[in-house]
């Protein structure tokens, strides 16, 4: 099974620029090209939120349109960006998603069980997760002991950019980390929200974050160092799963690039 994970969309309305200057449509539009033209082709893709930028119904009908030349399922969270409402609205063909409240959702049909976290604060930039959405979080993990990937977009770990460590899964994170460690069968937890390629040993498994198809944030390890950007080039997650060897991430990156030619 191949799952290809783009993240941080944020698509704005038809004709805008994100800040006046990133052209996040066009940018998605490349990545989704880059999707099309991957050998062999992901079974899914998943997008783990900040899909649009202002949670509008014009820009979700604008991100559904640049989406359809995909082939494979697409699997959608919400982030902190997104409204689940315009979501659901424009998406109401993705039987997966709740008709109302969070947009959580199991998916069942693949070698490995997929299981969809809202984390979504209406109107914050941090997420949480509530004791219903961890209840249910919990009942869910307690029916299958299936290989499991989490995806969420705010990731429950500190990643060392003091921006973002203080804008991640603040409420609840304790109790998730609980929840995977005894269980035992989630092979990763798949997250956004950073706009950065990065792993960590998380509650007795990992966890990754993936790259904007858009902007990513700068790397900056200095505590206290404020937010900001750089044009680095975008990526998509590609997770492997092979029965006996788990759950394998490359990060492929878009754009036009020499090779590939023999190393001799």
Known sequence: MLIAQISDMHIKPPGE??????????????????????????DIVLATGDLVEGGKVEEYALLRRLMEPLDMPVYLIPGNHDARDPLREVFADHAYLPK??????????????????????????????????????AARLAESDRPTILFLHHPPFDCGITAFDGHRLLEGHLRLAELVRRRGHVERALCGHVHRPIQVRWA???????????????????????????????????????????????????????GPRPFR
């Open 17 to 42: 620029l994100l800040y006046g200057r990133i052209d996040t449509a066009g940018f998605l539009e490349r990545a989704v090209a880059h999707v099309k033209a991957l050998d062999p082709q992901p």
């Open 100 to 137: 109302t409240g969070f947009l959580q959702y199991t998916i069942e049909e693949w070698p490995v069980r997929l299981i969809a976290l809202d984390t979504l604060v209406r109107g914050k930039t941090h997420g949480e997760l509530c004791a219903e959405r961890l209840d249910w979080l």
């Open 204 to 258: 007795g498994t990992m966890a990754s974050v993936a790259p904007s198809t858009a902007h990513q944030a700068t790397l900056d390890l200095h505590d206290g160092a404020p937010l900001s950007m750089m044009m680095e080039p975008p990526g998509v997650a590609l997770h492997l799963w092979r029965p006996g060897a788990g759950l394998i991430t490359h990060m492929s990156y878009v754009g036009n690039y020499e």
